[in-house]
Structure formats: C-alpha cells, structure tokens
C-alpha cells in the first residue's frame, strides 16, 4: 500500500508539472504574439511570419499539456479509488510500477500510450469502482458529462460579461460572434502558407486572439 501510495503521489505530481507546462507554453505564446507584431511594425513580414509560426506551436503545445494534464489526474482518481477499496489488480500495479520514468520525462507521446495501458487495464480488469461511487454519490470517472461542461462555460462567460456561442449539447451548432469569424478569417490568411508541424497528441481546433 505504502509503495502504490508513493506512485499515486507521482501521478497527481505529474499532473500539476503538466499544468504548469501548459502554463509556460501560453507565456512563450503570448512572446511570440507580441514579436509578430513589432515584425509587423517593422514591415519584416519574413519575421512575422516566423513569431507566428512560433506562437501556433505554443498555443497547441499548451492545450496538449493541459489535455494530458486532465487525463493523467483522471486516472489517478481511479487509481486512488482501486488504492482505497485495496482492489488495484496485478496487472494495473505492475503499469504503476513501471511508470515513474515516463511521468519524468514529460514527453506527451509517452505518457499518452502509459494513459493508454492505464485505461486499457481499468477496462479489462475491473476494480469494481461502481458500486462504491453509486453508494457515495461521487462518480470518479476518466469521462465528463458534456452538458454540464457546456453549463458551466456559459456560466463563466454570464459572469465574465462575455458572449459565449458554443455548440449545444443537442447537437444544434450555433456560429461563432462575427469578431471570432473575423479574427479566423485573418488568421486563415495570415497563415495560409504556414507549413504544418506533427502534434504528439491530437486536439481540438480551438480559436487564439491577438
């Protein structure tokens, strides 16, 4: 108990080094925004077009940070449930063991397949979680129920005194305010010709404003 205890401890730990990542990815993002336009400024738009590049990098770096982040804390929820209730199977102990290494490493690649045994292990040896979930009333899962997401980011956005047009949990798309589309429109054609670079993890478009 002791030994898994410690490795718990890494996973949640390896969470938060993947948030703050994300959150260095968005200062180097912010730099390079700010180098596109003083390039701009400057009329070099080789430059600009090269801070530019930059910044896309940055910014999906950051998400994809922040995506793993979820994911890696996600599991370890369920791990500590499996801890608790002292019903971690053989084969998940043995991924836990192994996985100190790659959390260190901080390579997203890596750390996504470790998530991937993780997750492959809980399908296929059940730690039987659902019955205490169902009798506290707290279900620790490694998915998140949409509607509510979407709740809340409106939520936010009411309180923020900002317009939030998201696709609804129904299925019914709603556009995005004309400044968004205006700012992809300039985006789309300020990077049109921008080569494209290999992301470890997969996302999400999403929107960046200058």
Same mark, same amino acid.
């Given at each position: 108990l002791t030994s898994h205890t410690g490795h718990l401890f890494n996973l949640k730990f390896a969470a938060k080094e993947l948030q703050r990542n994300s959150k260095k990815c968005d200062k180097e993002e912010k730099a390079e925004k700010a180098k596109v336009k003083q390039a701009i400024q400057k009329g070099n738009i080789e430059a600009a077009r090269i801070h530019a590049e930059n910044a896309i990098? +940055?910014? #999906? +770096?950051? $998400?994809?940070f922040l995506r793993m982040?979820?994911? *890696?804390?996600a599991v370890a929820s369920r791990v500590q449930t499996a801890v608790t209730m002292n019903q971690l199977s053989k084969s998940i102990s043995e991924v836990v063991k192994s996985m100190d290494a790659t959390l260190k490493s901080m390579n997203l690649e890596k750390i996504s397949e470790l998530m991937a045994k993780f997750e492959s292990q809980f399908e296929t040896h059940? *730690?039987?979680t659902a019955q205490m979930e169902d009798t506290m009333g707290n279900c620790t899962t490694l998915t998140t129920p949409q509607n509510e *997401?979407?709740? @809340? @980011? #409106?939520e936010m956005a009411d309180e923020a005194g900002l317009d939030l047009n998201l696709e609804l949990p129904s299925g019914q798309p709603s556009s995005l305010p004309s400044s968004a589309a205006s700012a992809e429109r300039v985006t789309h054609q300020l990077f049109i010709t921008?080569? @494209?670079?290999? $992301?470890a993890i997969s996302v999400r478009q999403s929107h960046w404003y200058s």
């Open positions: 990098r +940055q910014k #999906h +770096q950051s $998400i994809n982040s979820a994911r *890696v804390d059940d *730690v039987q *997401v979407e709740t @809340l @980011l #409106h921008m080569p @494209l670079y290999p $992301i």
